[in-house]
């Protein structure tokens, strides 16, 4: 149950897309196709923006989009506004109920 | 509306114990599985626990196992961590996270509680 890895920060400035990235292995990412994400603002707490690698929930914008290749998932957010400032945990399922998150990434818009 | 609020986070010794809950409202709480998930002072997320809606199948993860005890009351709507020999690393804000079925899949974590701060220290 080692944490998935994502890179701590990233940063765009508005309207720009970024990609934050969330590498695991074949026994969790690379195993299934059960790849969430999330937004925590500072002292809430977090909110789904992706589930089963790429499908969005209702009410979250379209400029949010997932996608997976092997061990490695990916979220995109295009058109870039400053209300995407935040921290992003992908999280994946890892067999027999249980689950593991990443280390999260910090969203700076410039 | 979905609420989760958790309850029973305290500052406790190490090695101490300490007995978290969550009352659960505005769904049929005996119907959902549910998780808890933890996150340390400035760091990531952690899942910590896994019950079904029956308390047939239980499982927690590596760093909580034999220490922790996920159990509920579906009678009382009530979610509970029993949490024994703590450590430092286990100061954490914990969270109380149910799921959804949705038309295309299932959000394994849709709703969360607002948190409860366990503090581990001398």
């Known amino acids: 149950q080692s944490a998935l890895t994502q890179p701590r920060s990233v940063s765009g400035s508005p309207g720009q897309s970024i990609t934050i990235s969330c590498t695991g292995t074949s026994s969790d990412v690379g195993g299934y196709n059960y790849v969430s994400w999330y937004q925590q603002y500072p002292g809430k707490a977090p909110k789904i923006v992706i589930f089963?690698?790429?499908k969005r929930p209702l009410g979250v914008p379209d400029r949010f989009s997932g996608s997976k290749s092997g061990n490695t998932a990916s979220l995109t957010i295009s058109r870039l506004q400053t209300e995407d400032e935040a921290d992003y945990y992908c999280c994946s399922f890892a067999g027999r109920y249980t689950w593991v998150f990443g280390g999260g990434t910090s969203l700076t818009v410039l | 509306e979905v609420q989760l609020v958790e309850s029973g986070g305290d500052i406790v010794q190490p090695g101490g114990s300490l007995r978290l809950s969550c009352a659960a409202s505005?769904?049929?709480?005996?119907?959902?599985?549910m998780n808890w998930v933890r996150q340390a002072p400035g760091k990531g997320l952690e899942w910590v626990s896994y019950i079904s809606s029956s308390e047939t199948k239980i499982y927690y993860a590596d760093s909580v196992k034999g220490r922790f005890t996920v159990s509920r009351d579906n009678a009382k709507n009530s979610l509970f961590l029993q949490m024994n020999s703590l450590r430092a690393e286990d100061t954490a804000v914990y969270y109380c996270v149910r799921p959804t079925m949705t038309i295309s899949g299932r959000i394994p974590f849709d709703y969360w509680g607002q948190g409860t701060r366990v503090t581990v220290s001398s």
């Open positions: 505005g769904f049929n709480f005996s119907s959902y599985e």
């Open positions: 089963d690698v790429s």
